[in-house]
């Protein structure tokens, strides 16, 4: 018998990100609508959850009725109407403020008053968008980690008018999860990546001078400090747009040269090569991966 849904969410863009959101939602027994304006997303974003789930039944954690029902749960949408009756929605669309205002002045017309508006972002400041929301007090960061179902962090980011309302039920639907969420005040790049970004733009620094190759990199990196994958790695698998888009924010931010992005980031993402989602970053990857962002 199937189990009544624990409420309504709405993810707002089908990328890596977004796709992400939306399985962990699913598998936690939420009613999942996620919306992209580009059909080809949205079908490959429900594919890749089908095979993200399978990877959850192949490890024994999930039977596979329960990931019929799991998958049954996301309903795919190309427009933002359907909004309108969610209970919560996290937006994960591209990485950029005019694109994201937008998106958040448009859900402020179509969703029920009181309903938290989650910004999946990952250095926008939450104040910009809270005011493009119309509803500062119901405006939040949720910011999940890449790979979405394996991370444990979500960054709950409070804006300057986020309510003591929306950061408990923000801090509840967290841990509803299975993930842990951690708090921190809106500042360029939160900490997360205020700390990381700088790591991945040094490391693309050396590469950049003729210090070390991106593998001597990663390699001093993963066995010197004990990390899981190397800086450089770690930037293909985020995406190299995503990170440049993210040094932008904090030199933008901060004013400070400490942030400025590497000339060899900016030189990759012009060429298009934007790590595993093209097929091509620091390194080669066997075949592009369709839909990704
Ligand atoms: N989706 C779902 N599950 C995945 C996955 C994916 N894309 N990639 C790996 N996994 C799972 C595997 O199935 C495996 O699960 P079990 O432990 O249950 O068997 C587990 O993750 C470990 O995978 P592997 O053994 O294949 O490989 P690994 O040990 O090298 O781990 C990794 C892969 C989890 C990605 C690990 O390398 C890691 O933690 N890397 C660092 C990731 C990281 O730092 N993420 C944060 C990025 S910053 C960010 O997202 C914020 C931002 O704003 C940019």
């Known amino acids: 018998m199937a189990t009544q849904p624990l409420g309504r969410v709405g993810i707002a863009g089908a990328g890596t990100m977004g796709r992400g959101i939306a399985q962990v939602f699913a598998q936690g027994g939420w009613q999942v609508v996620l919306s992209d304006p580009a059909q080809a997303q949205l079908s490959s974003a429900v594919d890749s959850i089908s095979r993200g789930m399978d990877r959850e039944v ?49 859900l402020d017309r179509i969703c029920r008053p009181g309903v938290i508006l989650a910004s999946n972002t990952s250095s926008i400041s939450i104040a910009r968008l809270a005011s493009a929301s119309g509803r500062p007090g119901e405006t939040v960061g949720m910011h999940f980690m890449n790979p979405v179902p394996v991370m444990e962090l979500v960054e ?18 967290v841990k509803g999860l299975g993930k842990t969420p951690v708090e921190v005040n809106d500042s360029p790049g939160f900490v997360s990546n205020r700390v990381l970004m700088p790591m991945i733009n040094e490391a693309a620094f050396c590469v ?21 994958m190397g800086p450089l790695a770690l930037a293909d698998l985020i995406g190299l747009d995503v990170c440049l888009d993210i040094m932008e924010t904090l030199n933008d931010g901060f004013r400070d040269s400490k942030y400025r992005p590497c000339p060899l980031l900016k030189s990759m993402v012009s060429a298009g090569h934007l790590g595993r989602k093209t097929g091509r970053g620091f390194y080669r990857y066997g075949r592009r991966v369709q839909g990704d962002s």
């Not at 709950?156 to 639907?173: D, F, K, M, Q, Y």
């Not at 950049?208 to 899981?228: K, L, Y």
């Open 58 to 106: 192949s490890k024994g954690r999930m039977a596979h009725a329960e990931k019929e029902e799991a998958l049954d749960r996301v309903e795919a949408v190309s427009e933002l109407s359907p909004m309108a009756s969610v209970d919560l929605v996290v937006e994960a669309v591209s990485e950029s403020l005019p694109v994201k205002q937008e998106v958040f002045g448009r």
């Open 156 to 173: 709950v980011v409070r804006g300057a008018e986020t309510s003591r309302e929306t950061l408990s039920a923000t801090h509840r639907i």
């Open 208 to 228: 950049h001078e003729g210090v070390g190759t991106a593998e001597n990199v990663d390699a001093i990196m993963r066995m010197g400090m004990n990390h899981p």
